[in-house]
T-cell receptor, first 109, second 111 residues
Framework: KNEVEQSPQNLTAQEGEFITINCSYS?????LHWLQQHPGGGIVSLFM???GKKKHGRLIATINIQEKHSSLHITASHPRDSAVYIC???????????FGAGTRLTVKP | DGGITQSPKYLFRKEGQNVTLSCEQN?????MYWYRQDPGQGLRLIYY???????QKGDIAEGYSVSREKKESFPLTVTSAQKNPTAFYLC??????????FGPGTRLTVL
């Protein structure tokens, strides 16, 4: 079993819909990251969080440490949000990162 | 502009040849990393270096080699011993225990 599991694997939405991507992990962590990978392959960091909730524009990330679960929400989705979203965790007490397999989001106009 | 560069973006090699992927950063980061990405799988760590002249094996180091002679540079060599080298390779860097910054990646195809 992977240490970081994401769901769904693939997600198709209509423009304007509210999107939720989920991430569960099974190891002790010091931080959780949400990353965005566009078709060209480059990866951009969206959020790094260790507790609570963060918001940036239309993106919201939450984490529940007790339940070892995080969600990434996108409000008023747009075709330019189409990308692969990756959850990654930094394991406690070292610099080791573990990555989920990613969620491929397609937003149709 | 500070960032991480990887070159080339696309690389084609014949089976049995060694190939070296470049990774350069001007962020003054101490730590650098190489990951491999395959379809349907999460990124997997090949090698990492936390300081110049020192590097450690990651989860899938077999068939790969690295060097860290300069803080800015962390080249990865894919040797002929790597049984399935065709993949997307990502380089990243970080300072201390901060978030990692990623390069644009190199897609290697072995024919």
């Amino acid at each position: 079993k992977n240490e970081v599991e994401q769901s769904p694997q693939n997600l198709t939405a209509q423009e304007g819909e509210f999107i939720t991507i989920n991430c569960s992990y099974s190891v002790g962590i010091s931080a959780l990251h949400w990353l965005q990978q566009h078709p060209g392959g480059g990866i951009v960091s969206l959020f790094m969080l260790s507790s609570g909730k963060k918001k940036h524009g239309r993106l919201i990330a939450t984490i529940n440490i007790q339940e070892k679960h995080s969600s990434l929400h996108i409000t008023a989705s747009h075709p330019r949000d189409s990308a692969v979203y990756i959850c990654a965790v930094k394991r406690s007490n070292n610099n080791d990162m573990r990555f989920g397999a990613g969620t491929r989001l397609t937003v149709k106009p | 502009d500070g960032g991480i560069t990887q070159s080339p973006k696309y690389l084609f090699r014949k089976e049995g040849q060694n190939v070296t992927l470049s990774c350069e950063q001007n962020l003054n980061h101490d730590a650098m990393y190489w990951y491999r990405q395959d379809p349907g799988q999460g990124l997997r760590l090949i090698y990492y270096s936390q300081i110049v002249n020192d590097f450690q094996k990651g989860d899938i180091a077999e068939g790969y080699s690295v060097s860290r002679e300069k803080k800015e540079s962390f080249p990865l060599t894919v040797t002929s011993a790597q049984k399935n080298p065709t993949a997307f390779y990502l380089c990243a860097s970080s300072t201390g225990y901060s978030e990692q910054f990623f390069g644009p990646g190199t897609r290697l195809t072995v024919l």
